[in-house]
């Protein structure tokens, strides 16, 4: 059983509406966190112990030994964490989870992100730097921006109100993509909707897609089916999966999508 580990707060900042950024000392867990994996926070300190938050990996500082984390306030627990300031200690459990699939000999991968979904992939286009097409989809305001364009030059931006990049859907982009390139490997993350639609558009195209899911959770480790999705096994038969101990990252095609 892991052990939960007290990390101190660098920096707390917001990086768009409702967007923040923290920023964590993490020796010993640096080294060995793997993109797509993530954090289970406990959010309200001993006043208030909310359940655990899950909350994913962004993007390392090795030199350092930060790990920063960017996420979005949508309730108390969230909120909670929005407090924290320089020298505070939270409560971290992780790395946990699975983490995308990274291989030498992948020669060309597409990354697709929507919204906060963005902020896992910053540390995999660091993996796959030249390699990586890059497509990010907001509604409106674009945030992490310069950390995915330090990683990788090939950066397409969609916004839904057209403020930047293309007007429209980021799956829009991701079509025009396929048509001039073939990647080894999708890797998406992002809202169910825009998951469901890279999947089918991996699906049309015959290219192995990874997509990494959401799910409310409890224990974070695979013990109490909290966080149950339905799957498919190789025989098609429909069967129950742990977005925390299974996932959260899966093959597009395992995923039952009109669950
Ligand atoms: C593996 C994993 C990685 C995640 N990584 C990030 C991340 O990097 N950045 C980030 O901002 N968020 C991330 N999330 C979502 C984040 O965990 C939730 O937003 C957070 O738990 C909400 O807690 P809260 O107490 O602030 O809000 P709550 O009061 O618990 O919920 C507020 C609203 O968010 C919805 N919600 C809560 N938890 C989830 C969830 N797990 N999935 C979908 N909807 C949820 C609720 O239904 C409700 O509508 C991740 C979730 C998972 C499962
Ligand atoms: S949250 Fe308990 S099994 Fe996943």
Redesign the pocket.
């Known amino acids: 059983m892991k052990k939960p580990n007290k990390l101190s707060v660098i920096e707390n900042k917001p990086i768009a509406r409702g967007?923040y950024s923290l920023k964590l000392y993490a020796p010993g867990l640096y080294e060995k966190v793997l993109p797509g994996q993530?954090f289970h926070i406990r959010?309200g300190g001993d006043k208030f112990p909310?359940?655990r938050?899950?909350?994913?990996?962004?993007y390392t500082q090795k030199e350092e030994g930060f790990i920063v984390?960017?996420?979005?306030?949508?309730?108390?627990?969230?909120?909670?964490?929005s407090s924290l300031r320089l020298g505070d200690l939270l409560d971290v459990l992780g790395p946990?989870?699975n983490g995308f699939e990274v291989k030498a000999d992948h020669q060309r991968v597409a990354l697709v992100g929507g919204g906060?979904?963005i902020?896992?992939l910053v540390e995999l286009a660091g993996v796959y730097r030249q390699r990586a097409a890059v497509f990010a989809g907001f509604m409106d305001e674009t945030f992490l921006m310069e950390e995915l364009q330090q990683r990788s030059p090939d950066v397409s931006i969609a916004t839904e109100d057209g403020r930047t990049g293309y007007r429209g859907f980021v799956t829009d982009l991701l079509m025009q993509h396929l048509k001039e390139q073939r990647p080894s490997i999708i890797f998406a993350?992002g809202p169910r909707q825009m998951l469901k639609r890279v999947a089918q558009i991996a699906g049309d195209n015959s290219v192995s897609c990874q997509v990494?899911?959401?799910?409310?959770?409890a224990c974070g480790v695979g013990a109490c089916l909290g966080?149950s999705c339905a799957v498919k096994d190789r025989d098609g038969a429909r069967k129950y999966a742990r977005?925390?101990k299974d996932?959260?990252v899966f093959w597009s095609e395992e995923v039952c999508w009109d669950e």
């Open positions: 967007v993530f959010c909310l359940l938050r899950p909350i994913s990996l962004s984390l960017v996420y979005r306030v949508t309730g108390q627990g969230t909120e909670f964490l946990l989870g906060i979904g902020a896992p993350c990494s899911l959401e799910q409310r959770m966080c977005v925390c996932g959260p």
